[in-house]
């Protein structure tokens, strides 16, 4: 059981959108949908959506236009490896925008970080050479390209 639920809020293309990442996320699903009561303006629309990310639970709220998603709030994405990196990086930026040093908001406006774990080992090295040539490496990228980033810092794999 999550203690905190991340909640998205969209004007009305909340369920579009937990549709979308549950396509893109292997063992993730909608877990429930909860229209709007009564006759209202929204009356039997799509209020919320409750679904699961690889274990992480969140909710999207279709709350009208008060409000819209920036990048002050991301989501991490480590992989395992490049070709997790390039699944997430191309299957989101899609419609979106892709940014510098791993970053990609995609066509919702939710911001991404898609990086591969070995990343963050590279760039807390404790060769500080090592750390200061990954990281020069990556913010030179859009996407993240670990092999280059592993020859431009010269440490072994």
Known sequence: M???TPCLW??????EAANFYVSVFPDS???DVTPYPGDGPRGGTTMTVLFELRGQQFTALNGGQEFTISEA??????CDS?????HYWDTLAEGGE????GWVKDRFGVSWQVFPKRL???ISDSDPEVARRAMDAMMKMGKIDLATIEEAAG???
Request: aromatic share 6%; glycine share 6%; with cysteine.
């Open 155 to 157: 440490a072994p794999a």
């Open 82 to 86: 490049q070709e997790e990196v390039d």
């Open 2 to 4: 999550n203690t905190i």
């Open 98 to 101: 892709e940014g510098p040093c």
């Open 73 to 78: 709030i991301s989501f991490q994405i480590p």
């Open 29 to 31: 699903r909608i877990l």
């Open 120 to 122: 963050i080992e590279l």
């Open 10 to 15: 969209f004007d009305t293309e909340g369920e």
